[in-house]
């Protein structure tokens, strides 16, 4: 799927990419979860493509990178910084 894809089709509030070693994912979903949010969670380690795509869609390099898809289109959020300041 691709992230447009996997964007449209989420039925949670935030659709975050990630990787398994990253600790700023880790805090991201651990700050998401103790305000009660619910999230997708696509990693990006086992699809580089999504990676790719990511990149040329926000030119953000780095995981994680976080849409909020609770309204009628997707906000690009950024990462785990920019989530702290968005929420």
């Known amino acids: 799927m691709s992230v447009i894809q996997l964007l449209g089709s989420s039925e949670s509030d ?4 990630t990787t398994d070693v990253c600790p700023y994912c880790h ?16 990693n990006v380690s086992a699809d580089p493509n999504l990676q790719m795509e990511v990149v040329t869609m926000t030119g953000h390099r780095t995981v ?9 289109e997707p906000t690009f959020v950024g ?5 702290e300041d968005y929420l």
């Open 14 to 17: 935030f659709v975050m990419f």
């Open 27 to 42: 805090s991201a979903k651990n700050m998401l979860n103790a305000k009660g949010f619910t999230f997708d969670e696509h």
């Open 79 to 83: 990462g785990f910084d920019n989530l």
């Open 64 to 72: 994680p990178a976080i849409w909020d898809v609770r309204g009628d």
